[in-house]
């Protein structure tokens, strides 16, 4: 199972999801699923904008659980 840790990073940037989502141009409930983990897919290009924007790299974004 894929999983995000994008609510860890905006913490550690203290940064709320609506912060964020104004920064990033991704709208805020598309943030929201992100950080519940409720999402269907996430775009290349959403994780590009977050990792630009974190200065992070994807492994501090996603990972993968085993079931």
Do not use: P, W
């Amino acid at each position: 199972m894929i999983k995000t840790k994008l609510h860890i990073r905006l913490a550690e940037h203290r940064l709320t999801k609506a912060e964020f989502s104004r920064i990033t141009g991704i709208r805020r409930s598309t943030v929201g699923a992100y950080c519940n983990d409720t999402f269907k897919h996430i775009s290349k290009e959403h994780l590009d904008i977050m990792c630009k924007t974190l200065n992070c790299d994807i492994t501090d974004i996603i990972e993968y659980v085993q079931d």
